[in-house]
């Protein structure tokens, strides 16, 4: 079953704008990490939340974590076509290393 | 700085035939994972290993095996393929086993079940 569950599934903006997913869990965690994949390739690491934080930032990714409401949102800030990717979230299965995928949001930026 | 490779990159496979995916990091990493992605789908846990010497089950282990061969490899194998293994595999690894984390992915093996 899933942990992680991202909204929208798929989200289309123009470049300069900003993007934003939201990603949903069920259980406890102790972080939330969010990545990327782009068409073909593997999935990379953008950033991890640890659950005593509740806002982080990376050049222009802003994520938030709530964890009254067990979710979290990934802000992409003036977002360049190069952002055109698969976004996922993932969070520790068990209280453990191994990590649950949702099953991503797919944005597209337009040129 | 390779990260994690996987080998082969595309395999097309007829019904009931083995073959085994290779995966090796250079990250001096103790974990290593393997997972399937299906269309629409994250990422399923099929086995991973905590550190050199011992593998476990994930999510969805059935009909596949894994050999954690040293520390910097970790390969699948299926031995007789089906087509619901038609799917992309990812191998993964990253460093200690510890919470908190991040997990550096291969590219991925395309393989194709007929």
């Known amino acids: 079953s899933q942990q992680g569950e991202e909204d929208p599934q798929a989200l289309s903006i123009q470049e300069g704008e900003n993007a934003t997913m939201n990603c949903s869990y069920k259980t406890s965690i102790n972080n939330l990490q969010w990545y990327r994949q782009n068409s073909g390739r593997g999935l990379v690491h953008l950033i991890l939340?640890?659950?005593?934080?509740r806002e982080k930032h990376s050049g222009r990714l802003r994520v938030t974590l709530d964890t009254s409401k067990k979710s979290s949102s990934l802000l992409i800030t003036a977002s360049r076509a190069a952002d055109t990717a698969s976004y996922f979230c993932a969070t520790p299965r068990d209280s453990s290393y191994k990590l649950i995928f949702g099953s991503g949001t797919r944005l597209l930026v337009r040129p | 700085n390779a990260g994690v490779t996987q080998t082969p990159k595309f395999q097309v496979l007829k019904t009931g035939q083995s073959m085994t995916l290779q995966c090796a990091q250079d990250?001096?990493?103790?974990?290593m994972y393997w997972y399937r992605q299906d269309p629409g789908m994250g990422l399923r846990l099929i086995y991973y290993?905590?550190?050199?010497?011992?593998?476990d089950k994930g999510e969805v282990p059935n009909g596949y095996n894994v050999s954690r061969l040293n520390k910097r490899e970790f390969s699948l194998r299926l031995e007789s393929a089906a087509p619901s293994q038609t799917s992309v595999y990812f191998c993964?690894?990253?460093?200690?086993?510890?919470?908190?984390?991040?997990?550096?992915f291969g590219d991925g093996t395309r393989l194709s079940i007929l």
């Open positions: 290993s905590a550190s050199e010497g011992t593998t």
């Open positions: 993964a690894s990253s460093e200690l086993g510890q919470l908190n984390q991040p997990q550096h």
């Open positions: 939340i640890r659950s005593n934080e």
């Open positions: 990250m001096n990493h103790n974990s």
